[in-house]
């Protein structure tokens, strides 16, 4: 019903602030009554991180950042949800307008600055569908006038493991002052050990991921891949949204500060994705985000090296039918070339992807 009716109410939403209109359509979805998901085809199935995804097709961290209608989401035909970001404490994040749209771009730049209701609130409602199908994730990071963010991790991985089936170290968020700080080699040495041994200590089989950002030097992202590994995470998000302006933006929300997301984005993350899986192979699953408009954009995140993909920004102009249109074209292309499973095609062209994408 909902992929039918965007086409109708666009308009309507389109002619409102981003952010109201968000607020509006999360509203909505939460107080959907739960419903059925349909099930998926058994050749989009992706197991990794001990788990069986239903299809590859992942909703991305900051549509639902309060865990407000994770089901209704799954409902939609989505493989996975990440709820987030979460912080320990509320914070409102920055000043209003903080987001826009450039529709011409296929684009959005935000500068939230991590608006969080607070990990209480969030723990809360995670609490409260313990039990239900389906794999949510959560997007935790810290809070901006924190004394020690790392501890913030920390207290968010013991409060909600175990409610989740993974939690992702957001540490690339461009709209929180000195949080890329945290990238350095030393600095996620010490975060990453820290949250996984919070993890081991509260018994839970919750994934740790780390999402990376797309301005990355490939020295950079071999330090990051190192060091992943060496701390045991159990997959990486390549990638965040970039503070890079493409000279070939023409929105005119172009010059506003934040992090852009969208299709402008697709080159330089499946390029950082496959750069990734040079380094790591099949060692280290990998979550292709950015730019993902279409099934052939997801393809070829496959072929760059993702074992699961997600999306966030498209859905503001393609609505959530695209999630469906995606799994289609995935499936006709998998016939097309007579492939059984996406894991025969992951990574498939990483070396060429990584020179050209």
């Not at 939460?30 to 995804?53: E, I, K």
């Not at 826009?100 to 609490?127: M, T």
């Not at 993902?292 to 959530?320: C, H």
């Amino acid at each position: 019903m909902l992929p039918t009716v965007f086409p109708l109410v666009r308009p309507l939403l389109h002619a409102l602030d981003p952010e109201t209109a968000h607020d509006l359509t999360v509203g909505a979805l939460a107080r959907l009554p739960l419903r059925q998901r349909v099930a998926d085809d058994g050749r989009l199935c992706v197991t990794v991180m001990s788990r069986t995804f239903p299809n590859p097709v992942g909703l991305a961290a900051g549509f639902d950042k309060g865990a407000r209608a994770p089901d209704a989401l799954l409902g939609l035909g989505f493989g996975f949800v990440e709820v987030g970001g979460v912080v320990p404490r509320p914070q409102p994040g920055n000043p209003r307008p903080r987001v826009f749209r450039l529709p011409e771009d296929g684009a959005v730049i935000n500068r939230f600055g991590l608006n969080s209701e607070g990990l209480d609130v969030v723990r809360a409602r995670l609490a409260a569908r313990r039990g239900r199908p389906g794999i949510v994730g959560v997007n935790v990071g810290a809070n901006k006038d924190s004394a020690d963010r790392l501890a913030d991790y920390v207290a968010c991985t013991r409060s909600l493991a175990g409610l989740v089936d993974f939690i992702t170290v957001n540490v690339s968020s461009p709209n929180t002052p000195g949080l890329r700080d945290l990238q350095g080699e030393a600095f996620l040495d010490d975060l990453l050990a820290r949250v996984v041994a919070a993890r081991d200590e509260a018994g839970a089989g919750t994934a740790v991921l780390l999402k990376i950002a797309p301005d990355l030097g490939l020295d950079g992202l071999d330090a990051m891949t190192a060091t992943a590994r060496r701390r045991g995470v159990d997959a990486m998000i390549v990638s965040n949204t970039t503070v890079a302006r493409p000279a070939s933006l023409v929105g005119a929300a172009k010059a506003e500060t934040g992090g852009l997301s969208g299709r402008p984005l697709f080159s330089p993350s499946t390029r950082l994705l496959a750069e990734a899986y040079l380094r790591v192979g099949a060692d280290l699953p990998l979550i292709g985000v950015g730019g993902v408009d279409s099934a052939e954009a997801a393809w070829t995140k496959i072929r760059a090296g993702a074992s699961l993909i997600q999306l966030y920004s498209a859905l503001v102009y393609a609505g959530p039918g695209l999630v469906g249109a995606i799994k289609a074209g995935l499936l006709r292309r998998m016939e097309r070339e007579g492939v059984r499973s996406l894991a025969a095609i992951t990574g498939r062209d990483a070396a060429d992807l990584a020179r050209s994408a």
